[in-house]
């Protein structure tokens, strides 16, 4: 949280600066702009999933490991779905493909079976809060820890790995939640290009965001189940991901899983 008086405080001295220093009328008008130019800085590092101002933040394969330099990772937000998270399982192993789900805790209590079935398939199972909801943006210290640990716990008790991954719903991330991604361990992922699969039904489009929009050591997300503010249906995510699949390798390019791209861990140790 005392991060954010990095901005906040040259913002207001500046703005103050403007006030006392300048001639009447610019001294108000300078002052009022410099506030509102601060207040969009603050925004903008709230609302980056790539920014690490607040906490530890990945999006790509670091630029020391060649090795990945032809690879991309493949996410998936907002299940388990009893629904649609089969199906999405059953297209990334005919294609070969290990994936990162980041789940939902009380998704993840009403269909374990689905979170046993993704790890016993080697994909990662990550946090993505516990109930998804817009309220967790405006969470202080207490709230988001207790959401992000009810979401652990929920893991932990399916599959017996606690992840240190983590992702907040839209990828934003406020003061308080940098405090808690830090006092846990966790580290918040970004990504480096969507589908926007949560909001449109259009397949084709899907496909072109991500097969054009990806880049050699990328993040990509895509959506097993639903969202805040998204459609329920995720039809149009299955109709594309086949296409996704092939069309990046088509491109020259190969899937690695999300912990292995970034050469991070992806769990605490076991549960005993």
């Not at 130019?37 to 394969?61: C, I, K, N």
């Not at 990662?124 to 516990?130: F, I």
């Not at 397949?203 to 097993?224: N, S, T």
């Not at 969202?227 to 109709?239: F, N, Q, S």
Request: hydrophobic share 45%; proline share 6%.
């Amino acid at each position: 949280m005392a991060r954010s008086l990095w901005i906040k405080l040259p913002t207001l001295l500046a703005a103050l600066a403007c006030v006392l220093l300048l001639p009447s009328p610019w001294s108000w008008w300078s002052g009022v702009a410099v506030l509102i130019a601060g207040g969009a800085l603050l925004m903008r590092v709230v609302f980056d999933p790539r920014s690490a101002f607040w906490a530890p933040t990945v999006w790509r394969a670091p630029s020391w490991t060649p090795a990945n330099d032809d690879a991309v990772a493949l996410t998936f937000d907002d299940g388990p779905d009893p629904d649609f998270t089969p199906q999405v399982l059953d297209v990334l192993a005919a294609h070969g493909v290990q994936a990162a789900f980041f789940v939902v805790g009380e998704r993840v209590r009403a269909h374990p079976e689905l979170v046993r079935r993704m790890h016993a398939a080697g994909h990662l199972v990550c946090n993505h809060t516990d109930r998804h909801g817009f309220d967790f943006h405006f969470q202080l210290w207490r709230g988001a820890g207790a959401e992000i640990a009810r979401c652990n716990a929920a893991i932990t008790a399916a599959i017996g790995r606690t992840p240190r991954l983590f992702r907040s719903p839209q990828g934003f991330k406020n003061p308080a939640l940098g405090d808690v991604l830090h006092r846990t361990g966790m580290t918040a992922v970004g990504w480096q290009a969507r589908g926007l699969d949560a909001v449109t039904r259009d397949a084709a489009a899907i496909e072109r965001r991500l097969v054009d929009g990806a880049r050699p050591g990328g993040v990509l997300v895509m959506h097993d189940g639903a969202g805040l503010g998204g459609t329920g249906d995720r039809t149009p995510t299955l109709t594309a991901l086949p296409r996704v699949l092939s069309g990046l390798r088509a491109r020259g390019l190969r899937f690695a899983r999300l912990d292995e791209l970034l050469q991070v861990d992806a769990y605490t140790t076991a549960a005993s």
